[in-house]
């Protein structure tokens, strides 16, 4: 499988948001942008893919830029791909011609429905929750210094 930019970086872009803003302030793009290292006008078509989706909240402004719409456990990694990832979740073309619709069935439901629903199954179960919980261990297990 694979998972385009746009689907990359709102990944980062949601766990960056959830980072920055965990005490209830609005994150700028720039500010985003910066931390990755991600284009900010790139982003920005992100972020409005992400809005439409009501996953985020923007305030315009000095002040401004975007928080989650809620709780960082409650948003999954599936809301955040379908928001941004339009083909990913298309459904497979017919594979034969009428003639041998018996094949169509079995690939359908047996090999296309399968993979389907074990992304989708997979997806869910992970929260934007468990990305920032899981990346913020490993910037502190970075932080260690050793002397000797």
Do not use: P
């Not at 992970?126 to 260690?144: M, P």
């Amino acid at each position: 499988m694979r998972i385009s930019s746009k689907g990359r970086y709102g990944l980062a872009a949601m766990i960056s948001v959830a980072q920055l803003g965990s005490t209830g302030d609005f994150v700028t793009v720039i500010s985003i942008a910066e931390k990755l290292g991600i284009s900010k006008i790139y982003l920005e078509q992100v972020f409005s893919l992400l809005k439409r989706s009501k996953l985020v909240t923007s305030i315009k402004g000095s002040q401004g830029g975007y928080q989650l719409s809620k709780s960082a456990d409650k948003i999954t990694i599936l809301e955040i791909l379908q928001a941004v990832e339009i083909s990913l979740f298309e459904k497979t073309e017919r594979s034969v011609s009428d003639s041998a619709m018996e094949i169509e069935n079995v690939l359908k439901n047996l090999v296309w429905g399968g993979l389907d629903n074990a992304v989708i199954s997979s997806l869910q179960k992970v929260t934007l929750g468990d990305l920032v919980s899981e990346a913020d261990k490993v910037k502190n297990s970075e932080d260690f210094m050793f002397y000797i």
